[in-house]
């Protein structure tokens, strides 16, 4: 929930484990202790989707987590991170957008030792949009006091064998029947591609068949729809790029359009389970289906710049679940 | 009861030979890249990584995705 500087400073006296989103004069305003979190002024709160930089989002850790380890990640120490988490537990992972982590995370997760043995959930930390290139999203580590603009922050958190954590996405949307589009390269861009099993250009596609790119290409991964946003498009030089990386292989179509967001949601929201642990949405989304003062369900959190359910998302929500193992 | 890392079925889910039914993302997501890199890099080399992957992934989580594996396991009364 949306909490005041002091009131998260007496959470932290108290000894909480919090996962924490904010501007960032805001979490410099915070004193050590078993907390991480990283930069973004927008939120899911329980009134509906909110713009603030006076409040910070706080996720409390139950009382029967075990905060193992927080520490920091480069590149070089990103690969671990599955084999570093507790056999019975979950991770939680933040890293600051266009970092180098971020990159290296995105592209490599599926070949990291343990991925997707482990839970780890997370998000991409940001800016407010209009200071996108001015400022620098950041991420925190509570226990260390440190800060960093280029590095991940990791809570490691063990649960008692008789918990489970398990990771949920809703995604609202599904792959559209128009063409499937393949790339013979993995990466955050792509010129040329293959429409239909035709050597095409991407961007000439997107100007030339009118495609709105506000709707993200789709891949079904096994029944689990992943969604790969589109950040800009150079029809000039013939790039696209994009908020996640395209997988070389893998078959993608543009999602339908989504008539009414809240809508869809609802109706892509499993019905009961246990409440979620911790939740984020995509900045697109918010922006796109006008979010701001909607409610999406019960589910509140960080709007983010790319969510983390194992492997980056776009336009996803993302649910972390802690289940009773029996 | 997990079949042993060795059971044939383990490549064939690898291979895509045979189906895994749609589950959890985690589990959706180990399927569809070690089939990725599998088509990728079809080598016996390969093959073996991935298998034991797909069979780290049920020994550890056998109890939870005691569905999933029966239908995987099913398709052996209709071979």
Redesign the interface.
């Known amino acids: 929930m949306l909490s005041s500087v002091a009131e998260v400073q007496d959470q932290l006296a108290a000894g909480k484990s919090l996962l924490l989103a904010g501007e960032e004069s805001l979490l410099r305003q915070l004193p050590r202790g078993s907390w991480i979190g990283g930069t973004i002024p927008y939120f899911m709160d329980k009134s509906g989707g909110v713009h603030s930089e006076s409040h910070i989002f706080v996720t409390e850790l139950p009382a029967y987590a075990s905060v193992v380890d927080v520490r920091e990640y480069t590149t070089a120490t990103l690969p671990s991170i599955c084999q570093d988490a507790p056999e019975n537990g979950f991770s939680v992972l933040i890293m600051p957008a266009g970092s180098p982590v971020h990159i290296a995370y995105a592209q490599d997760f599926?070949?990291y030792r343990g991925?997707?043995?482990k839970?780890v959930v997370g998000w991409i930390s940001g800016v407010n949009v209009a200071e996108i290139g001015k400022r620098q999203p950041m991420v925190f580590a509570g226990v260390s006091g440190q800060d960093s603009a280029q590095n991940a922050v990791v809570m490691h958190v063990a649960l008692p064998p008789q918990k489970?954590a398990?990771?949920?996405?809703v995604n609202v949307f599904q792959p559209g029947p128009g063409d499937t589009i393949t790339f013979a390269v993995s990466g955050f861009s792509a010129g040329e591609c293959r429409i239909n099993e035709k050597p095409a250009n991407l961007a000439r596609y997107i100007t030339g068949s009118h495609v709105d790119s506000r709707l993200p290409l789709t891949a079904?991964?096994?029944?689990?729809i992943?969604n790969v946003s589109v950040q800009s498009i150079d029809e000039k030089a013939g790039l696209v790029k994009f908020y996640a990386p395209v997988?070389?292989?893998?078959e993608y179509r543009f999602a339908s359009p989504v008539a009414d967001y809240i809508a869809a949601f609802n109706s892509a929201l499993p019905a009961g389970g246990p409440p979620a642990t911790f939740s984020c949405n995509c900045i697109l989304n918010y922006l796109y289906a006008g979010l701001e003062g909607k409610r999406t369900g019960n589910l509140t959190g960080p709007i983010t710049f790319g969510e983390i359910?194992?492997?980056l998302l776009n336009q996803t929500l993302v649910r972390l679940l802690i289940r009773d193992?029996a | 009861m997990i079949p042993p890392v060795t059971h044939s079925i383990w490549a064939q889910v690898v291979t895509g030979n045979r189906e895994v039914p749609p589950s959890k993302v985690g589990l959706n997501m180990l399927v569809a890249n070690v089939r990725r890199d599998y088509e990728v890099n079809p080598s016996a080399a390969s093959l073996r990584h991935l298998v034991a992957r797909m069979h780290e992934f049920f020994a550890k989580y056998g109890t939870f995705y005691q569905a999933e594996l029966e239908q995987i396991l099913k398709r052996d009364t209709h071979a």
């Open positions: 599926p070949t991925a997707y043995l839970p489970r398990e990771i949920d996405i079904n991964y096994n029944g689990s992943v997988f070389a292989r893998v359910a194992h492997q193992a």
